[in-house]
């Protein structure tokens, strides 16, 4: 467990848990926004295993713990150890940020509003239309609840290899959202059909992610469409190869680090209560991910 040396006994720690965590950028672009404010807070990296978790959890409570975000493996295995669950992170059975509130620990999902965040400018263009979503994961699960909640689509189809993984997450949704018809695609001629009608495809899988980058999360077979909107979770690297091909045939395109602004942004106001300046925010993670000796 890092967590930078404090100036000061009365900053409040945040930071992010995980297991094999060190490439996060979340430190940086926390750090920098903290700065930014002057605020006496420090936010570092909790890398530990599954069974560091109780010890690390407890101490969250008594020690000057603001709150914490959660990544790969434990934001699941981690809502058993907190006292509250939002509303958004029970119905999507995942947490992502933790808040303390005088040692009563509140888990929340903020990955719903990178992804509301995202796609706001264009909801228009979603409301009643196709949505097609790769992968069957966690943050698979918060952009379904945020694009069904939020955007109100006709269809939305989910493309999975382990089709048991697609329809978990459709039997947990459709009931949700009865308006909102949930297929799960299988075929390669599935895809590539609904593909031609879908006003919106969405990569939540880490396909793609460096150093994998010439990785996609579809076969070379299936063609996107012009003007389509193509939205690439994956924020490193900035532009990937799907979000390439996406333009190639001049498809409009979004990538990750809006997702993870918009996620931060919201754990952050939540942490602090304060405006978030996403400018430096998003100056600070530009640098990082255009500098080539970055990982």
Known sequence: MNIPKLAAEQKKHLGIIGCQISHSLSPVMHN??????????????????EEMLPSLISSMRS??????????PYKQIIMKYLDEISEEAEKIGAVNTIVNN?????????DVWGVYLSLQPYTNEIKNNHVIIFGAGG????TVFAVAKFFSPRYISI???????????????????????FSHLETESDIQREIEVAALVINTTSVGMKPNIHAMPISPN??????????DIVYNPVETSFLKLAKSVEARTIGGVEMLLGQGARAFELWTHQEFPMSAARAVLTQELTNPNGE
């Open 159 to 181: 493309v999975n290899r382990t089709a048991e993984k697609a329809h978990q997450i459709i039997n947990h949704f459709s009931p949700q959202y009865r308006l909102t018809k």
């Open 32 to 49: 920098t926004v903290i700065q930014t404010l002057n605020l006496p807070m420090v936010y570092g990296v909790m890398d530990v295993t």
């Open 102 to 110: 005088n040692g009563r620990l509140i888990g929340h999902n903020t």
């Open 63 to 72: 020690l000057h713990f603001r709150g914490a975000n959660v990544t790969i």
């Open 139 to 142: 943050a698979t699960k918060a």
């Open 222 to 231: 299936i063609v996107l469409q012009k003007n389509q909107l193509v939205f």
